[in-house]
């Protein structure tokens, strides 16, 4: 398995409501849900026209069929090689 980070193009994403994320999350999960344990969805970051999210699944093109399905945009898929913090310099 190997962690993604998605980047997707929602124009005015960061003036989503409240109840509009949540029925994205819902919609989102739905979809995780009846393709199984293979795929997961770590987090998302909303931000003025983008969202970014992690997922953790075994390739991109899983990634891809769950946003397809969802109606969802995916922009750009890439593979996280490595997670660094305040810490890593310990």
Known sequence: M????????????GRLLPEQL???SAASRAVLNQMGP????VNSYVTDNKV??????PNEQLIREHAKTCGIPVGRIVEIKAEISP????
């Open 2 to 13: 190997s962690t993604y980070l998605i980047e997707r193009e929602i124009p005015d994403a």
């Open 52 to 57: 970014y999210c992690i997922y953790i699944a």
């Open 87 to 90: 810490a890593t310099a310990d």
């Open 38 to 41: 293979q795929i997961q969805w």
């Open 22 to 24: 949540k029925n994205l």
